[in-house]
């Protein structure tokens, strides 16, 4: 009798399981671990912080029977809006090397700088009141990003940062390149480069701004926008004359663009305005090209010579002690490279290329003199000489137009040179200057 009361237990145990299953009310899904929203749809671990931001979750109650244990999603923070006076502003709280929120600022893309020996470039942008640059890793500045006009108007999103004492603009590698650096289309550029330029009196005036921009590890560093008058000295015309040397006797700067704003043919000697940004690269300092004015001095003769008086006399083996290797920075200061010098010297070859054919002039003390390094004379890593720009890897023909082929020809000595230091040339272990060459004494062979 007991057996028969425990089968007929089983069977109305199994019937009611029957009937539950069949009912037309269908129970509702256990829901999902967590609730992503279309805006945070992004892959957030590697994002840098966002400051105090809070975050937002959905909460979800399971049944009572449920033992799981689900957790939240924070869900990233819409950019403040900010000007780029109010989120210089913002970036001055911060601690130094920290980065904070997220913000977005309208402004005109106005250069792209390319940090020498970093995996950064800087993309600067301004308005008609201030600028800030957007610091990129290389690898994510390649395709979109490198391919976006400068005098455009765009959006940019990205984290607010103080890195080494400079507010400016932290790519957030989440975002992704279109929502970092996003068009405005059939929008006038919001900058007027006269607005947030600062004029300068003298080119000497800008050793002490170079001077106060801080640099990174790599001894680069980039700072504000100013206007300078000088008279074009020299350019490279080997590249294009793509970089000229400004003066006016009270010092000398290098001015580096993209492209041709001056002739050698045709400019030497002409006063120009130029604005550009500061710029430190590996110690050298030198002025970004963004735009520039021919200017008529009040003193029509002024245009015919250069000025020379205030020139440093050197020998030609003066920097010999200096050098920028590996992680060494025995360089010249930055009122150095802004000087004007004159030495003399002969005209030889670095015979370290002599079996490729072309040339690769400097000018060194004595006759035949070297222009390789000896690393074994003391600290000295440097060649007993200088390189001189436009007159390295050049051909015969190109040498046959320079003022100093029959002084290289002849082996005889240049009495006076004019010169302003340009970079250390660390594949050959010295340092290359530009010298003037409007100033060489023409030499005529006998």
């Known amino acids: 009798m007991k057996r028969k009361t425990i089968l007929f237990t089983l069977l109305f145990i199994l019937a009611s399981c029957n009937n539950t299953s069949s009912a037309s009310t269908p129970v509702s899904p256990i829901p999902p671990t967590s609730i992503i929203e279309p805006s945070t749809s992004h892959n957030t671990s590697d994002a840098p912080s966002i400051g105090d931001s809070t975050s937002t979750s959905t909460s979800i109650t399971q049944p009572s029977t449920s033992t799981s244990t689900f957790t939240s999603t924070s869900v990233a923070p819409k950019p403040t809006e900010l000007t780029i006076k109010e989120a210089l502003t913002l970036g001055n709280t911060l601690s130094d090397n920290t980065v904070g929120d997220l913000v977005k600022i309208k402004a005109t893309y106005i250069k792209k700088i390319t940090l020498s020996r970093t995996s950064e470039d800087l993309m600067y942008f301004a308005d008609n009141d201030s600028s800030i640059y957007l610091r990129v890793n290389y690898t994510d500045f390649k395709g979109y990003l490198n391919n976006r006009y400068v005098n455009n108007e765009y959006y940019v999103t990205a984290n607010i940062s103080k890195n080494n004492s400079v507010v400016e603009l932290k790519y957030n590698t989440t975002l992704g390149a279109e ?126 010579s250069i000025d020379v008086s205030n020139a440093k006399v050197v020998a030609p083996d003066f920097l010999k002690t200096k050098y920028v290797l590996g992680n060494k920075y025995y360089s010249p200061t930055i009122e150095e490279y802004m000087t004007l010098y004159s030495t003399s010297g002969y005209i030889v070859d670095n015979t370290r290329y002599s079996e490729y ?90």
């Open 179 to 304: 929502a970092s650096v996003t068009n405005i289309y059939n929008v006038d550029p919001s900058v007027n480069l006269e607005n947030i330029s600062e004029s300068k009196d003298s080119i000497h005036d800008l050793v002490n701004d170079f001077n106060a921009i801080p640099l990174d590890k790599k001894k680069c560093g980039t700072g504000k926008i100013v206007t300078i008058i000088g008279q074009v000295l020299e350019t490279e015309y080997t590249d294009a004359n793509t970089k000229a040397i400004l003066g006016d006797g009270t010092g000398v700067i290098t001015v580096i663009s993209e492209q041709k704003f001056v002739t050698h043919a045709s400019d030497i000697g002409k006063y120009y305005a130029v604005t550009g940004i500061l710029n430190i690269q590996v110690t050298s300092p030198a002025l970004l090209y963004l735009s520039s004015s021919y200017v008529t001095p009040s003193d029509a003769t002024i245009e015919e």
């Open 357 to 446: 054919g072309n040339y690769h002039l400097g000018i060194a003390a004595e006759n035949n003199g070297s222009l390789i390094s000896d690393k074994t004379a003391g600290n000295s890593n440097s060649v007993k000489g200088l390189f001189l720009m436009n007159h390295y890897n050049i051909d015969e023909k190109s040498l046959s137009y320079s003022p100093f082929a029959n002084y290289f020809a002849s082996d005889t000595k240049v009495k006076e040179m004019f010169f302003t230091i340009h970079q250390f040339n660390s594949q050959d272990h010295g340092w290359k200057v530009f010298p003037i060459e409007a100033l060489v004494e023409p030499l005529e062979v006998k």
